[in-house]
């Protein structure tokens, strides 16, 4: 990882979204973020560890998405994200949001 990065957040060991490149990067290997999914991504950090709502998550959204478009949005972010052997970094809160957890 190069020592000039400075707007990344870490998930966990080794793993770290990149916002200034719209990545993800697990062990580094890099996976592209769309527009949308660095947009989401961004919300959730700005409030790690906490309820985001759908509705905080939609309008933070510079492009118009339906609740529906949301929950496809955070299906692929969470397939990006999450290490399937340990615990889940992206965690939905049924009828509420979702939580962003750093481990």
């Known amino acids: 990882m190069s020592g000039n990065i400075k707007n990344v957040t870490f998930l966990r060991d080794h793993c770290y979204v990149d916002f200034d ?3 993800f990067v697990d062990h580094d290997l ?3 973020l ?3 999914e660095t947009s989401l991504l961004t919300c959730l950090v700005s409030k790690l560890g906490h309820i985001v709502t759908y509705d ?3 309008i933070f959204v510079t492009e118009p998405i339906t609740p529906n478009e949301l929950h496809v949005h955070m299906s692929r972010i969470r397939k990006k994200i999450e290490d399937k052997s340990t615990s889940n970094n992206l965690i939905s809160v049924r009828g509420v ?3 962003l957890i750093s481990t």
Do not use: Q
């Open 21 to 23: 490149r719209a990545i």
């Open 30 to 32: 890099p996976c592209a």
């Open 34 to 36: 769309s527009r949308i």
């Open 97 to 99: 949001g979702y939580i």
């Open 56 to 58: 905080e998550l939609i």
